[in-house]
């Protein structure tokens, strides 16, 4: 499985080297055997994998086109509804949730002949930055199990890097995607936001979520995008820009693109991590990409800007879980306000208990000018900023995390050293543009180090090509 | 901005949340220190630009619309399936409304 690729699969199947069957067979089996080792998985469905395997060997029997994704293993994040197929958001509120619907990237994905073949792991409503915040367990980092896999989708990176998927879709608020991809070693991509639909992805803050890719490769990666992205009309912030044929046009000199490095972020970063991308961007200059620093003066107001936004918008969306709908009720609702309040007491852990605090704190009365407005106006800025360096430029390079994969337990009492480690993925976030994480070596403990790639609003075509160019080299 | 416990009780409230007398000293606590950060917020000038509610691109004005064409729903009996109690295909909640 670990060999396995988006492109040796559907060749695989074409030569007739092994059915779908066999091979889901064969990856139901691998992520069985191997998932006691990470807890990436939280749940494996077999029959829908081998309903959708033959499907796909029926249409090459009848000399159909089986479609990009034919045969291959994708793992799906919990927090992305799958019809008939649990889905729990990593929390106790949503335990028993069987969601009567498909998310829109699920749908796509089949129809393209990929294979789900289970539910990945994250933290609660995907709310951290190390999987610690699971009501299942914490993920171990399949590159050393004593630490962490990052968050959110901690799980969704580990499948792939373990090899007990070849794909995977995560999602990426502020840097759910991209960080555990730097943690794992493998590629992980935001797309700009409104190019992927959000149609059936829990909403934590609507504003910022995106659904992501993971893949071993930076081609598994773009594949998948092009599967899963383009206009939905059960989501009215998708967007109708055309999608570009992303696989079919990786390749190709990136010789003259101009690549800008933020100051501002240079700063931050430590030891082996700065070394390891301070090499990467040399390899940029290799590869004949004209580099040149650039500023993005308001990074500093990122994060408290972030955690304005996000926690205000989670607030009210997860209002809705309130022991009416969704099949969690305390035993103790006597009263309808004693329902609402010790349900959510009882269902929701800590992170997100915190988080719909903050939120409801700065909407309310007397705070919504001071923390909500101001942030929004700061998330302006942060936009312009990027905006304006798009103006030189044609991508922006940066760190992904100021450190590697940390243990597990070693930050989970300290909430904002935790929200200060997102500081380099939130930008891009806030800005809506898309942005990546390509592997970029190891710190001298053997953890793997991402690199971020940034470019404009729907433009993963360059950043794509940049990051295929850096990956070969 | 540091917070008191009756800060993050009335909070709490207003969310619906039940919290635990350990969870509040906890909140106390973490959301003082959270709010600290956020609080640099103030330093930054932002006189005379536009707040950010959503990531805008060039588009229509009627982008976002769908075409208006009928489409089955869930249907009753699927809407409410997961819902905790249920009555005659309803969603069944505690006693609003006192005699």
Request: aromatic share 8%.
């Amino acid at each position: 499985m670990r060999e396995h690729s988006v492109r040796s699969i559907r060749r695989g199947l074409a030569a007739r080297e092994f059915s779908a069957v066999e091979l889901t067979r064969q990856a139901l089996y691998f992520a069985e055997r191997e998932n006691p080792k990470t807890n990436a998985y939280l749940r494996l469905c077999p029959e829908r994998a081998l309903a959708a395997a033959e499907k796909v060997d029926e249409r090459i029997a009848q000399g159909e086109d089986p479609g990009l994704l034919a045969g291959a293993p994708v793992a799906i994040k919990d927090v992305i509804v799958t019809k008939g197929i649990k889905t729990t958001c990593a929390s106790k509120i949503l335990e028993n949730y069987v969601p009567p619907y498909d998310a829109t990237a699920v749908e796509r994905i089949e129809a393209a002949g990929g294979i789900i073949i289970g539910k990945t792991n994250c933290d609660e409503f995907a709310m951290g930055s190390s999987n610690e915040n699971s009501a299942y367990g914490p993920v171990k980092n399949p590159v050393a199990p004593d630490r962490v896999p990052g968050g959110s989708s901690g799980g969704s990176a580990a499948v792939v890097a373990q090899g007990t998927a070849v794909v995977s879709l995560g999602s990426d608020t502020g840097g759910s995607v991209r960080q555990p991809a730097s943690f794992c070693g493998v590629v992980g991509v935001t797309p700009t936001y409104g190019r992927v639909s959000r149609y059936g992805l829990v909403a934590f803050a609507s504003s910022l979520d995106h659904i992501g890719p993971f893949a071993r490769n930076v081609e598994d990666a773009a594949t998948l995008l092009e599967v899963i992205a383009g206009r939905d009309p059960l989501d009215s912030t998708s967007a109708s820009a055309p999608t570009p044929n992303y696989a079919a046009h990786l390749d190709g000199d990136v010789r003259g693109l101009k690549i800008g490095v933020p100051v501002e972020y240079m700063n931050h970063a430590s030891g082996d991590t700065a070394a390891r991308v301070n090499e990467g961007i040399e390899r940029f200059r290799e590869l004949g990409c004209e580099v040149r620093e650039i500023s993005l003066p308001a990074t500093d107001y990122a994060i408290a800007a972030y955690y304005v936004i996000c926690t205000a918008e989670a607030s009210s969306n997860l209002a809705r879980f309130d022991g009416v709908r969704y099949t969690m009720r305390s035993a103790d609702s006597g009263t309808l306000a004693g329902m609402y309040r010790n349900t959510r007491g009882e269902g929701f852990g800590p992170e997100v208990k915190r988080r719909i605090m903050l939120g409801t704190y700065v909407l309310s009365h007397g705070y919504y000018d001071a923390y909500y407005l101001k942030a929004q106006k700061v998330r302006s800025l942060i936009t312009r900023d990027f905006t304006k360096a798009f103006e030189g430029v044609d991508a922006v390079v940066a760190p992904v995390s100021p450190y590697p994969a940390f243990r597990i337990g070693e930050k989970v009492d300290d909430p904002v050293a935790m929200y200060l480690s997102d500081i380099y993925t939130i930008t891009g976030s806030l800005a809506g543009i898309p942005c990546m994480s390509v592997p970029c070596g190891t710190t001298s403990e053997g953890l793997p180090v991402g690199l971020q790639i940034l470019c404009k609003h729907f433009d993963e075509l360059t950043m794509f090509r940049l990051a295929h160019a850096f990956e070969k080299r | 901005m540091a917070l008191t416990e009756k800060d993050v009780r009335y909070v709490a409230d207003l969310a619906n949340l039940n919290l635990t007398d350990k969870e509040i000293d906890r909140m106390v606590h973490d959301l003082g220190g959270i709010l600290e950060q956020m609080d640099r917020l103030a330093e930054i000038d932002t006189e005379g630009v536009e707040p950010m509610a959503q990531v805008l691109f060039e588009a229509d004005d009627t982008a976002t619309l769908r075409p208006d064409v009928e489409r089955a729903p869930l249907g009753n009996e699927l809407a409410v399936a997961n819902a905790p109690v249920t009555s005659g295909g309803y969603f069944k909640v505690p006693k609003v409304i006192e005699r």
